[in-house]
């Protein structure tokens, strides 16, 4: 009686969601840097568990700053039809069309990731180790979510069709369930881009593109499959949770045709482009040469803070889309 008590307070919670899920984004950042050519591998590589485990600090940080938030996503069908010819591209542009509250409002992701390029050419060229890192992982997160066909809609969640919880199964519970079984994450080396913002401009469009087919085909696998096993219940830190079950997530990217494979390929791809994209502008300096300056207190303060924001906002239910 009391296992079936918990089940049914643990269905009735809700499911909290992180952007590519913890797991997605650290996979991400990881195999991006194999992506590298030997004279930034050299570095990156002896470096890789803070790149993966700083890979979701943005999401920590949400929890503490309201103008985070924005940098995740952008509504883009806030702004009528595919290609969304209506939104200047140029941030200057947008500015002045809708107000800069109005963006902040719908989200500022593809101008974000720029904001982050150029700090991390920066860091490169003054040669700042620390800075490097934090900002490696950090813009890894926002091209991610980028990428994510969710992140470019305004029913992020389902919430407007009845599905909530999608956003959590499509960029978490499918790459957590077949990444490591089924991914095929044999990627092409970096490529230097040479027009960073229509690259990121294009893949938000990409998953702009693709989000009604992310809603309509768990619609339509949802009322072909048995409903008693849609869900099952599995064991997290000794708490009985529900999620969707093995089968379900397994049909689900069946019949997205590997999207979520696809995208998560992308994302590794745009990631370690957009690194070495910082490295030559900032002249190809010799990482070796680096200060290796270790982080400052307030940056470890930082870090620790955002945690333990995390844990209080998971804590009291709170997702971070």
């Given at each position: ?83 969304y010819t ?50 490696s992982a ?136 957009f690194w ?46």
């Open positions: 009686m009391r296992t079936v008590i918990l089940a049914m307070l643990c269905m009735a919670l809700p499911q909290t969601c992180f952007c590519w899920g913890f797991y997605g984004h650290r996979k991400i950042n990881e195999l991006a840097v194999f992506l590298l050519p030997p004279e930034m591998l050299v570095f990156y590589k002896q470096h890789v568990p803070f790149l993966a485990e700083h890979a979701v600090d943005p999401d920590k940080r949400r929890y503490a700053l309201a103008e985070e938030g924005p940098r995740h996503y952008l509504d883009l069908d806030h702004y009528g039809a595919y290609p209506a939104l200047p591209r140029n941030w200057d542009s947008a500015v002045a069309k809708y107000s800069e509250d109005s963006l902040m409002a719908h989200g500022i992701v593809p101008w974000w990731v720029q904001v982050m390029l150029q700090r991390l050419t920066k860091a490169f060229r003054e040669k700042n180790q620390s800075k490097i890192l934090k900002l950090e813009i890894g997160h926002y091209i991610s979510d980028a990428h994510v066909p969710l992140h470019a809609s305004h029913n992020h969640n389902g919430q407007y069709t009845g599905q909530h919880g999608i956003h959590g199964f499509w960029e978490s519970r499918v790459p957590e369930l077949l990444a490591d079984r089924q991914f095929d994450f044999w990627i092409g080396k970096a490529q230097y881009l040479k027009r960073p913002d229509v690259f990121i401009w294009d893949r938000i469009l990409e998953s702009g593109a693709a989000a009604d087919t992310v809603l309509r085909r768990e619609r339509e696998l949802t009322a072909a499959f048995p409903a008693d096993q849609k869900y099952a219940f599995e064991n997290r830190n000794g708490l009985l949770v529900r999620v969707y079950s093995s089968a379900f997530t397994k049909s689900y990217e069946q019949q997205l045709n590997g999207m979520v494979e696809r995208r998560m390929r992308q994302s590794i791809f745009a990631v370690a482009s070495f994209t910082a490295w030559v502008n900032a002249g190809q300096p010799n990482l070796k040469a680096l200060n290796g300056a270790e982080f400052s207190k307030e940056e470890q303060a930082a870090f620790e803070q955002w945690n333990e924001d995390w844990k209080n906002g998971r804590e009291k239910g709170r997702s971070c889309n």
